[in-house]
């Protein structure tokens, strides 16, 4: 890093660019979470009325159950994988606009994540992909 004064504006750009991120990486695990509770819950229900067929006398009920859970696991894994792709744009749109010509002091953390980082974001993908494989199991245990 140069002793040049620092750019305030550069500062304020690289702060909104790292803020909206963050953000959006917080919410993509907020999806995630969401979708690993809410398909625990389809499970457990699918398995209950399995338990209990006196209850639901309507054999319908599981499949029904399990096409909801496919269902929530799709639009689980859209919503995750969107958010992937707007902090992908939001990167590039920084890199495009901003990162040419600037000193190192406004490049880190929006360019390159961790190995760790990474990993969880490959984690987040792959859940609600096994959900959807375990709720067609569901669904063709239904049928």
């Known amino acids: 890093m140069s002793d040049d004064p620092v750019d305030p504006h550069k500062v ?7 803020d909206q991120i963050f953000g959006e990486d917080l919410l993509i ?8 509770i809410s398909q625990i819950l389809f499970i457990a229900l699918w ?6 067929p006196d209850l639901y006398p309507d054999g ?8 909801a ?5 799709t639009l689980g894994f859209i919503a ?3 958010g992937f792709l ?31 980082h990474t990993l969880s974001h490959i984690t987040a993908v792959a859940t609600p ?3 959807l494989l375990l709720s067609l199991f569901f669904v063709y245990r239904s049928l």
């Open 129 to 131: 992909i096994v959900f």
């Open 60 to 67: 319908n009920i599981r499949l029904f159950i399990a096409i």
């Open 80 to 82: 995750i994988v969107s």
């Open 47 to 52: 398995m209950y009325a399995g338990a209990h």
């Open 86 to 116: 707007e902090v992908r744009q939001s990167k590039r749109r920084y890199k495009k606009n901003y990162v040419a010509g600037q000193e190192t002091a406004y490049v880190p953390l929006i360019v390159r994540p961790s190995r760790i």
């Open 12 to 18: 304020k750009v690289y702060e909104i660019f790292r």
């Open 29 to 36: 695990n907020r999806r995630a979470y969401a979708t690993i």
């Open 69 to 73: 859970q496919a269902i929530a696991a």
